[in-house]
């Protein structure tokens, strides 16, 4: 049984598959939730990292933290930014795990073609190769297309 349990998300829909099943596993076991989230930011003309959609993910990640508390669900954030195309999210997820002593990371999967997620290269993909504990990795539910 796990104590405590990350889960990553990037508030996509295959982020959500991820987390209910880490909510379920939580509930279950009676673990800590770490809802971990890393913006990824652009230097405006000014300099400053910014993120235009920074505002709507913050308000986001509230309300799952408040649904998951509701749930009753012990959970927290943990969070970071990151600028954009430095390829340093999955690093950043497995530091934020790390910290908050996880046991098992549980992510989402868009479930790219191989091709494709040679080329584009993938969160999952790099967690796999840089996690210190396991990973979980929850494909995308889709209706209709299987």
Same mark, same amino acid.
């Given at each position: 049984?796990?104590?405590?349990?990350?889960w990553a998300?990037d508030? &996509?829909?295959? +982020?959500? *598959?991820a987390?209910?099943?880490? #909510?379920?596993?939580?509930?279950?076991?009676g673990a800590? /939730?770490?809802v971990i989230?890393?913006?990824?930011?652009?230097?405006?003309?000014?300099g400053?990292?910014?993120?235009?959609?920074?505002?709507?993910?913050?308000?986001?990640?509230?309300?799952?933290l408040?649904?998951?508390?509701?749930?009753?669900?012990? &959970?927290?954030? +943990?969070? *970071?930014?990151?600028?954009?195309? #430095?390829?340093a999210?999955?690093?950043?997820?497995?530091? /934020?795990a790390?910290?908050?002593?996880?046991?098992?990371?549980?992510?989402?999967?868009?479930?790219?073609?191989?091709?494709?997620?040679?080329?584009?290269g993938?969160?999952?993909?790099?967690?796999?190769?840089?996690?210190?504990?396991?990973?979980?990795?929850?494909?995308?539910?889709?209706?209709?297309?299987?």
């Open positions: 049984m796990f104590k405590t349990i990350a998300t508030m &996509s829909p295959s +982020a959500e *598959a987390g209910v099943l880490a #909510s379920d596993m939580a509930s279950a076991m800590r /939730l770490i989230h890393v913006t990824e930011v652009a230097l405006s003309h000014a400053a990292a910014v993120n235009p959609d920074e505002e709507q993910i913050e308000a986001a990640l509230q309300r799952t408040e649904d998951l508390r509701r749930k009753g669900i012990d &959970s927290e954030p +943990a969070t *970071a930014r990151h600028p954009v195309g #430095s390829g999210v999955a690093q950043q997820i497995v530091d /934020l790390s910290s908050a002593g996880a046991e098992v990371l549980v992510v989402g999967t868009r479930g790219r073609g191989p091709v494709a997620g040679l080329l584009l993938s969160v999952a993909l790099r967690l796999l190769h840089a996690a210190p504990c396991p990973i979980l990795v929850v494909p995308e539910h889709r209706t209709g297309d299987r």
